[in-house]
């Protein structure tokens, strides 16, 4: 899979609410950086763990994608996150996403939002 396909995958991942599909794209020293985790998971186990904890608190993901640019091992995208938390709370926000691949692996998923708006 090259960069585009892996972020495509990504956020289909989300929307399925499968963590396994998102950890097992993560190289072993690869990093989810997101800024709703407590610190950055790191490998595959760290990742999933990390997915896992946040379906467990939110339901209706769509990750919609309105531009993707790919240059060599990264690509670089800009949509939306759209969900409902276990109450039934919209929690909507636009966010940016950068992957970067080593040997078709991610080494690094970066996930860009404003989180002011989740307060």
Request: aromatic residues 10%.
């Amino acid at each position: 899979m090259n960069a585009e396909e892996t972020m495509r995958a990504l956020a289909t991942a989300w929307e399925n609410g499968d963590p396994d599909a998102i950890a097992d794209r993560f190289a072993p020293d690869g990093v989810y950086e997101g800024p709703l985790f407590d610190g950055f998971p790191i490998g595959p186990e760290a990742v999933r763990a990390a997915c896992a904890a946040a379906f467990a608190e939110i339901s209706e993901v769509r990750v919609p994608i309105k531009h993707l640019a790919m240059i060599g091992d990264v690509a670089l995208a800009e949509g939306q996150f759209l969900s409902a938390d276990l109450a039934g709370v919209r929690c909507d926000f636009d966010l940016v996403m950068v992957v970067e691949l080593r040997d078709g692996m991610i080494v690094r998923f970066t996930e860009y939002f404003d989180t002011a708006k989740l307060a």
